[in-house]
């Protein structure tokens, strides 16, 4: 029983001793992984409260992690500097400076190395453009190439001087060949035998200007229809005509206001009176134009009622320099503005 009883008190005793190391070594595992863990951690306080330890500290050197770098931000940059143009695929930008405007006609255009002459307008000095893939050409408001662009053209170019290549650029090329017409109103001076030529004296400018005739020509008259032979020295006539480089301006559509010795009959509203010349200007109903009429005191009917607004009717004959009235009769029917208000 003794024997007995001594096994069970030694099977005991080493029993609590395996269990006191073990519990003694994971104490140990435990404070070596805490320790560790803070390594890297500064401490909360010198003065720890907690009873100190008699077991040497674990330590764990651990390697500091590297500093992240920043990297610069890529950029995209749209200047012509930083992204220059593929001289292979793409046209050069344009060139920096300001637009001319240079106006006159095509003499030279070279199909092939893609170039324009213009003779501006006023006999200037002939001025070379390039046309590439950076031009614009129009023709009468329709786009097209420069096969579009002729000899002879009136055209209109909006030009840039480049000075790299001592070159002028042009950037917008405008063809205008449907010119309208011009118009000259004057006095018959000279009309050739055959009816080919008239010159006509221009009523503003006072200078003789000649016209070619032809079958193109079409002929009317303030009284109705009129001819060729109606265009005769002293008559008044109206000149639409077509301007044409280089040649004669041809005559279109002639219009005969008056002629020596026919009679006309004006009715209007007196806009100028002046008793010393015995003249008078009259706005026509008729066609919304004002004349000047010479006439003799003897011949008005009631030249006490003529007047600056009064209403008129003359008669008159053109004799090749002025109109001359015979007859002037004054409207007294109508009443004025002023008379009327006095009257109510």
Sequence with gaps: MRLVGMRGISSGAVLALALTVTLQAQQ????????????????????????TSQLPTATTNVPPAPAATAQPATSYSTSAEDNPYDPVLEPPPLPKGRTTLIGGIAVSVDHVRNRITVQPFGRGQKVKVIVDERSHIYRNGTPTTILGVRKDDRVYVDTMFNPKNDKVLARNVRVVTDIGLAEVRGQVI????????????????AKPVTFSIGSVTSYSSSKGAASAGDVQPGALIDVQFAPRRGERDM??????????????????????????????????????????????????????????????????????????????????????????????
């Design 28 to 51: 140990d595992n435990s404070t070596a992984i805490e320790k560790g863990g803070q390594a890297a951690q500064p401490a909360a306080s010198s003065n720890p409260t907690g009873p």
């Design 251 to 344: 005559a279109r559509v002639i219009t005969i206001v008056a002629k020596p010795g026919d009679n006309y009959v004006f009715a209007g509203v007196v806009t100028n009176l002046d008793m010393r010349t015995d003249s008078l200007f009259l706005d026509n109903k008729s066609d919304d134009e004002n004349y000047e009429l010479h006439f003799t005191p003897a011949d008005v009917a009631d030249l006490q009622q003529l007047k600056v607004g009064s209403e008129v009717t003359a008669r008159a004959v053109f004799d090749g320099k002025q109109y001359k009235a015979s007859n002037i009769r004054i409207d007294t029917s109508a009443e004025q503005p002023g008379e009327q208000s006095k009257a109510q």
């Design 190 to 205: 000279a009309a050739s035998s055959s009816h080919d030529t008239i010159t006509v004296r221009d009523l503003l400018s």
